[in-house]
C-alpha cells in the first residue's frame, strides 16, 4: 500500500512570498489533516478534512493560511503572504473514516522562509 | 483541553539495556493513545496504539507501552535497545468521545549508545 505523499520536500522563499504544499493521502482514506512541526516542539493541527468539507479549522491561522480538498483526494495547503515564523515542517496525514484510526503521515515539507 | 506531557527532552541509555521513554496525559472521557516515531528528515512512524482492551500494548520493532488509567500514563517501553532506535518519539491522545484532534508532546530525543 502506497504511503502519504507530498511534495515539494524542501521549499525556501523570502517573507511575503507565497508557497503552496501539496498532499497525496493513502487510497480510501477519507479524512486528511495538515499538522505545523516548528523545530523542537510536536506536530500542531491545521486543518482537518473529511472527504471534500472542513471538520476543523479553528489554528489555521486564515488571515494568511488556506487549505482545500475540492475532490476528495488531494489537498493543497498555501501561506500568503509567509512570514519568518512559519518557518516549519508541514506534515500531511490521513485515515480512514473512523476515528480511532491510526494517522499515517507523510515525509512533511520544510519551509524556510529568510 | 487535552494535553500531553513527555517530561524528559532527552534520554539515553546503553546498547542492549532497557529503555523507557514517559508520557501521561489529560483527557476528558477515555483516552485514545499513539506513539509515533520520528527519524532525521522524515515524516512519523506508527509505533503503538491504545484504545481499549490490553493495557499492555505491543508495537512496532519490539516496542511496547503501557496503559494505567489511574496515574494518567502511557509510558513506552522496550526490553533491549539498539542503537538503530535512537530518533525523536512522539506521545500523542485525542479522546474517545466525539471527533477531536489529535495532541501531541513535545518529543522526547533518545540515543542509544554502543
Known amino acids: 500500500e502506497a504511503g502519504v505523499a507530498q511534495s515539494p520536500r524542501y521549499k525556501i522563499i523570502e517573507k511575503r512570498q507565497s508557497v503552496a504544499f501539496w498532499c497525496n493521502p493513502i487510497s480510501g482514506h477519507a479524512t486528511l489533516y495538515w499538522y505545523q512541526q516548528i523545530l523542537g516542539q510536536g506536530p500542531k493541527l491545521l486543518i482537518q478534512f473529511q472527504n471534500n468539507g472542513v471538520v476543523d479549522d479553528s489554528q489555521l491561522p486564515k488571515d494568511r493560511f488556506s487549505a482545500e480538498r475540492l475532490k476528495g483526494v488531494d489537498s493543497t495547503l498555501k501561506i500568503q503572504p509567509a512570514k519568518l515564523e512559519d518557518s516549519a515542517v508541514y506534515l500531511c496525514?490521513?485515515?480512514?473514516?473512523?476515528?480511532?484510526?491510526?494517522?499515517?503521515f507523510g515525509p512533511g515539507t520544510r519551509l524556510l522562509v529568510l | 483541553a487535552q494535553s500531553v506531557a513527555q517530561p524528559e527532552d532527552q534520554v539515553n541509555v546503553a546498547e542492549g539495556n532497557p529503555l523507557t521513554v514517559k508520557c501521561t496525559y489529560s483527557?476528558?472521557?477515555?483516552?485514545?493513545l499513539f506513539w509515533y516515531v520520528q527519524y532525521p528528515n522524515r515524516g512519523l512512524q506508527f509505533l503503538l496504539k491504545y484504545i481499549t482492551g490490553d493495557n499492555l500494548v505491543k508495537g512496532s520493532y519490539g516496542f511496547e507501552a503501557e496503559f494505567n488509567k489511574s496515574q494518567t500514563s502511557f509510558h513506552l517501553k522496550k526490553p533491549s535497545a539498539l542503537v538503530s532506535d535512537s530518533a525523536l518519539y512522539f506521545c500523542a491522545v485525542r479522546s474517545s468521545s466525539g471527533n477531536t484532534p489529535l495532541v501531541f508532546g513535545k518529543g522526547t530525543r533518545l540515543s542509544v549508545i554502543a
Open positions: 483527557v476528558s472521557g477515555n483516552p485514545y
Open positions: 496525514a490521513s485515515h480512514s473514516l473512523a476515528y480511532q484510526e491510526t494517522q499515517y
